[in-house]
């Protein structure tokens, strides 16, 4: 598969950050539509397991996440891990009245975990009033995106990057994607806020 090099320049705090990510060529990049792009992947809202069996466990397409929408999404390793509970949900629920200000119709976080546990998590963080959870049950969302990650050496299994993006209609207008997961510095809500 042939790749292609996306680097990004922006300035953080009066600091140039550039980043630098190899991206396979059918990975997601600033300018791609989500909605067509990956119109068969679905995503299952963060739920109680009544919750899931009323709705017979449905799952939200894609369309009706992105469509007609300005969107402000991250995705990150795990719920209930160090750097995603203590640093990256944190860092959108704060400046959620930031977002709305700026328009945003809803700020979303989403990772390879089962609807249940993003609802469990999202308790404990007491963010669900502010940011909508989503599952990424079997990971297919993030290998559509080419965002997905490798971490059984750290005893997570197959996961997500950390990353962040601002869609508007579907289409990709931003994209931050750390260089490892255990960092964060590109994909936390104060800078991709700078980039709305």
């Not at 899931?52 to 007609?68: A, E, H, L, N, R």
């Not at 979303?108 to 909508?132: F, Q, R, T």
């Not at 990709?172 to 260089?179: I, M, S, T, W, Y």
Request: with cysteine.
């Amino acid at each position: 598969m042939a790749s292609a090099m996306l680097k990004r320049s922006m300035v953080v705090n009066g600091i140039r950050v550039l980043g630098t990510r190899a991206f396979a060529s059918s990975s997601v990049t600033v300018g791609t539509d989500l909605v067509s792009t990956i119109s068969d992947v679905s995503l299952q809202k963060a739920r109680t397991w009544d919750e899931g069996v009323s709705s017979k466990f449905s799952t939200t397409p894609i369309k009706d996440i992105f469509k007609d929408k300005k969107v402000v999404i991250f995705g990150l390793p795990g719920a209930f891990t160090g750097v995603c509970s203590a640093q990256h949900v944190p860092s959108y629920k704060k400046n959620i009245d930031k977002f709305k200000a700026k328009g945003i119709d809803s700020v979303i976080c989403v990772s390879v975990n089962d609807p249940y546990v993003m609802n469990g998590w999202a308790d404990k963080l007491g963010a669900k009033d502010a940011i909508e959870f989503y599952g990424d049950l079997d990971g297919s969302f993030h290998k559509s995106l080419n965002l997905e990650k490798d971490l059984c050496a750290a005893l997570l299994g197959h996961r997500s990057q950390r990353w962040s993006a601002y869609v508007e209609d579907g289409k990709v207008k931003v994209l931050n994607v750390e260089e490892v997961p255990s960092d964060f510095k590109v994909s936390g809500g104060e800078v991709i806020l700078g980039q709305i």
